[in-house]
């Protein structure tokens, strides 16, 4: 059998829940083999995402992992047999393997919560702001690269702007409205951009205002990704060592309370077109 040579975050991710399943009922690798009738290198292999797991392997797994959870055992078991190849595949070896792990969590959340401070969230960035902000970011990169990441910034819009839209709900800081940063012209139009999606059914942006009083939130930007169970959420955040995709249960709990705390001391969803309006009069 050939082993992966680099897991998806996906793959990683239903790899992680095996073992935390195991981990949970008490068993070793050994055991779990013999459950299977396999080495214990193979179950090794598994919760490494090195290799994958058939459907009767998983339940027979999760059947004497006594995990009665079945809403949870469906979702892994498509994770598992999942084949779909999106059209993020055209990018690998082209692009940075995050930023189809990104494309890819984006295809199958059943819902998003963003939380932007510095920018706009990338699901609403016109080609120019990402340009821009690609450009600055990499000085050092020729055209190609930065026209290639903002290719793939502007086709991951497809999970809010296709033919089945997921419910996406952003608060974005008033600074991340500020910044100009592809100038006056470009900002007027990223503005124009947030508040034509603001009207969209499916879409909830709230602001957080400067005058706001006791806000120390500044670091909280994140992506808040629904699974198909909440157990399978996930959160993203960019840090100085690359993107982070936090998947512990602990973590997500917080982050749920974050994105709820930040929610109830935005401006309401109106309130926020109109504060993005005056904003983008007076540019």
């Known amino acids: 059998m050939v082993l992966r040579s680099e897991p998806t ?15 949970a009922a008490g068993l070793t690798t050994r055991d779990a083999a013999g459950l299977l009738g396999v080495s214990s290198a193979q179950i090794s292999q598994i919760e490494a995402a090195l290799t994958g797991v058939s459907e009767k392997r998983l339940r027979r797994l999760a059947a004497n992992y006594a995990c009665a959870d079945d809403e949870l055992i469906d979702a892994l078991v498509a994770m598992a047999t999942d084949r779909t190849r999106g059209w993020w595949e055209e990018y690998r070896g082209v692009l940075p393997s995050a930023y189809l792990d990104l494309a890819e969590l984006d295809h199958h959340a059943t819902f998003r919560h963003d939380v932007a ?30 026209r290639v990441r903002v290719d793939h910034r502007m086709k991951r819009k497809v999970v809010i702007e296709g033919p089945d839209p997921i419910p996406y709900e952003t608060v974005i800081h008033e600074a991340a409205l500020r910044i100009k940063v592809a100038g006056r012209a470009a900002s007027q139009a990223q503005l124009r951009r947030i508040l034509e999606m603001s009207e969209a059914d499916h879409v909830t942006v709230r602001v957080i205002p400067f005058a706001l009083d006791d806000f120390a939130g500044a670091g909280s930007a994140m992506v ?5 169970v909440p157990h399978l959420d996930t959160v993203v955040r960019d840090g100085p060592h690359g993107t982070a995709f936090i998947d512990a249960q602990a973590q997500l709990g917080r ?23 005056r904003m983008a009069k007076e540019l």
């Open 255 to 277: 982050f749920r309370t974050l994105f709820r705390r930040l929610e109830k001391v935005s401006l309401e969803p109106d309130r926020s077109r109109d504060f993005i309006h």
């Open 117 to 146: 401070v510095i920018h706009v969230p990338g699901l609403f960035q016109t080609e120019e702001y990402a340009r821009a902000l690609f450009a600055y970011m990499n000085p050092e990169f020729p055209e190609s690269e930065v």
């Open 9 to 23: 975050a996906r793959q990683m991710r239903l790899a992680v829940e095996l073992r935390r399943l195991r981990d």
């Open 224 to 228: 808040y990704a629904g699974g198909p």
